[in-house]
């Protein structure tokens, strides 16, 4: 992962949640709980938070699947110690620094993978990939909460406006720091659709992948296994 991308994330740590509140209106929530909702169906008891920031979704999944273990992991060490402030007494979720195309876990290690906004910043996507393979056991699940680039009428438009001119201009104002809210913007422009990343998975060996849309397309939930 590239160090510019890893400066982006450490300048805008402090704002980061405050951010992502008023630029989603406060939807962001609910998509997480969207992409939390399809570990549902069997236990998981061991699950890698893989980007996970400032651990929004690892404290859902902890209170949302309390018999199993959450672990986190981020190349940011700010948005991490940002995110240990929020972890409820008593609930304990070991956060690791380290870089999602070099994992440290052993091979098989994990039960499930589950990455929100994050796997677009992995930009050696055959690498990533495959390290996602690596730490996952046979027959683990991916599940992937993400701003795939635009392939709907609704999200185009979506994207080419409130995406290009508001989400830059508020990150100027409210986080100080609008270059780092136009790399959001450009990263997912110049990332996959939703279709092509399940063929970017499929082509890496995953199999019965299923999607869905949410907010009109603006994100997508994915898992594939």
Known sequence: MSQAIQNIFNRIAPNYDKLNRVLSFNTDK??????????KDRPYPLILDLCAGTLDLSIELSQTYPNSQII??????PMLESGRQKIPDKTHIPLFC???HRLPFQDDYFDSIICGFGIRNLDQKEQAVQEIRRVLKPGGRLVV????????????AFYQSYGRYVIPTLGGILGQDKAAYQYLQDSIQSFFSIQEYL????KHGFQKTKSGALSGGVVHWLWAE
């Open 72 to 77: 986190a992991v981020d190349f940011s060490l």
């Open 145 to 156: 909460l993400e701003f795939f680039k635009p392939s709907g009428i609704l999200s185009k």
């Open 98 to 100: 380290g870089d999602g």
């Open 199 to 202: 063929d970017f998975l499929k």
């Open 30 to 39: 609910g998509w997480r709980k969207k992409a939390i909702e399809q570990l």
